[in-house]
């Protein structure tokens, strides 16, 4: 690989200090671009190869998203530690050597202990252009006096690795907008079920700390980042770790938001009649197909096979070990019923943005949930096990997706879930028996597998999709569900009943906390409108937050561009 000029290594999981060790070493001088964003087993020796034979790089990400790293650590083992720059003396050698760097990246890797601000002004090229040092607590006055007078040419500096807290900070603040166009009833119903005592606490705490942050972005240009420095930086730490949302008990007082991120090279045979999917597996994959010991031994003996055993193993008949029987299976997952595509009505400005906000294919028409793998075990994803962390196929396989047609019905393409805030959710509505008979009678519902979900008190979770206007709901939830929602149902432990809620998508007005995107009362598909007779009846709940909603759009703004990686 001595001609290797570009290497982008993020979200590999099992990438570890020692590849990219060789990786520095067989490219050397040639290297000018290394990503190695959210590499759980980096750690920071790799500083040392990179420094010593890679001195032509111009760019280099090492950053860590928030969400990845949270997400990972509660899944996985406590090996995915994520890469944390401690020595100093490190980060300065590769500074030296690599003194073209053009673009450097260091979000939330540097540690909070960190203090070498001035070598690293001192040492750092004088033509960077983009510099980001997201999360870097210790970062000062002295250190941006540094920085500014060393890097003239800078056009682009990050410090703040918060974006994911203040767009929750919006998520939340929409949420209570909902709940105050609920009528007295349904607002009565929802405050039996969950309690606003938390949920006020919550966002009492949370709209001072927002307010107190937004009074220190005062001032223009390197004085409004001197105060952000000085006396944003610390508020922002403190709701770093701000709740929320509470997940670990039964209801969710609110469903945690999602990403939707559209998979490449997924090839899917879709059968209607039987409402299933099968995953084709490229042959560079056929071991997946292998069982029982003779799947351990393909495993052992790698993953490649040659081209006669692959369409040996196609048909079923013969293994890697001759005397041993072969059974083959199909990677296969269960779909919804087809449904035109509600997003686009009514046709505003802000449902058209909403479509590519959810990267719903212009060409769309009709859609459908896919679910997860059926039977899904670890064994059957071995093929996975090198793939990248953020790879939508694997997240498609594990925690389900959306399939796209067009008006032909003929697919187009699908989306899988990811971690972020790109769907949000309103809820819970409680579901009555007759919609959890219905659903459980179409075998709609299927095990949850994301871990992170599960509650501590229920012994099963289950969920499915359910789509606007199905008869299936209750008419007075319909209302609530412009575009969709997803119901789960709670298995409680200690032989409780069961337990089941809707937690729908949220529509355009307020994903985008803009009134002005609101359409029309008589406009079809927007349910939240007309219903503001109940804003009067729990003001106590609702005072304020208003304000806070439109303080906390800015903070959004201001924040906008910051990237999500699942």
């Known amino acids: 690989c001595i001609a290797l000029g570009s290497v982008v290594l993020d979200g590999c999981i099992e990438v570890t200090s020692l590849g990219v060790c060789h990786i520095a070493e067989c490219s050397g001088k ?27 790089l111009r760019f280099l990400a090492l950053d860590v998203n928030l969400l990845v790293k949270e997400t990972l650590a509660k899944e996985k083992d406590s090996d995915y530690k994520f890469l944390s720059i401690e020595d100093t003396g490190l980060l300065i050698e590769l500074l030296k050597c690599c003194s073209s760097l053009v673009t450097l990246k260091l979000s939330n890797v540097l540690d909070e202990n960190f203090a070498g601000w001035e070598d690293f002004a001192t040492n ?25 007078k060393k890097a003239r040419f800078l056009r682009e500096l990050r410090l703040s690795g918060i974006l994911s807290h203040v767009v929750a900070l919006v998520d939340f603040v929409r949420r209570v907008r909902a709940r105050m166009k609920l009528s007295v009833q349904e607002y009565e119903e929802w405050e039996d079920l969950t309690g606003t005592d938390l949920e006020l606490e919550r966002c009492n705490v949370i709209v001072k700390q927002a307010n107190e942050i937004l009074d220190r972005f005062k001032g223009k240009g390197w004085g409004r980042v001197r105060n952000y420095v000085r006396d944003a930086m610390p508020l922002l730490n403190e709701l770093r770790n701000a709740p929320l949302a509470d997940t670990e008990s039964t209801p969710f007082l609110a469903l945690p938001s999602f990403d939707i991120m559209s998979t490449r090279r997924l090839n899917l045979k879709i059968d209607f009649r039987w409402n299933i999917y099968e995953f084709i597996c490229p042959d560079i994959f056929d071991d997946v197909y292998l069982a029982g010991e003779s799947r351990s031994t393909a495993g052992e003996s790698g993953m490649g096979t040659n ?30 019923k087809i449904w035109p595509i509600t997003v686009r009505t009514p046709d505003t400005k802000a449902s058209r943005l909403l479509e590519r906000y959810w990267r719903i294919p212009p060409e769309a028409r009709y859609f459908c949930w896919a679910n997860p793998l059926t039977d899904l075990k670890a064994a059957n994803l071995n093929w996975f096990k090198h793939q990248r962390y953020e790879d939508t196929t694997r997240r498609f396989l594990h925690y389900g997706g959306f399939l796209y047609f067009d008006a032909n019905r003929h697919f187009v393409s699908a989306s899988a879930l990811t971690v972020g805030t790109t769907l949000s959710f309103n809820g819970p509505f409680k579901l009555n028996q007759k919609t959890v008979d219905k659903l459980e009678a179409e075998k709609r519902w299927h095990k949850v597998t994301i871990k992170n979900l599960q509650p501590k008190d229920a012994e099963k979770l289950e969920f499915c999709f359910v789509f606007h206007g199905e008869k299936v709901l209750a008419p007075d939830l319909r209302r609530h569900c412009p575009h969709g929602g997803y119901a789960y149902r709670f298995t409680l432990k200690d032989g409780r009943p069961q337990e089941s809620y809707l937690y729908p998508l949220a529509s355009a007005v307020d994903v985008f906390l803009r009134t002005e995107d609101a359409p029309d009362k008589d406009d079809y598909g927007d ?24 303080n906390h759009a800015d903070a959004s703004d201001y924040h906008e561009d910051d990237d999500f990686i699942a």
């Open 124 to 148: 750092i090229n004088p033509y960077l252009r983009t510099l980001s040092l997201a999360g870097a607590a210790k970062f000062n006055d002295a250190a941006l006096k540094s920085l500014a």
């Open 527 to 550: 349910a939240s409108d007309g219903h503001r007779t109940a804003s009067d009846n729990h003001a106590d709940a609702s005072d304020g937050h208003r304000e806070a909603s439109d």
């Open 30 to 56: 040639n290297l000018w671009r290394l990503s190695l964003r959210d590499l759980p087993l980096l750690r920071e020796d790799s500083l040392e190869p990179i420094a010593k034979y890679c001195t032509g």
């Open 307 to 336: 081209t006669f055993q692959a369409a040996q193993l196609s048909a079923g008949t013969v293994s890697s070990q001759p005397k041993e029987s072969v059974k083959t299976f199909r990677l296969t997952g269960t779909i919804s």
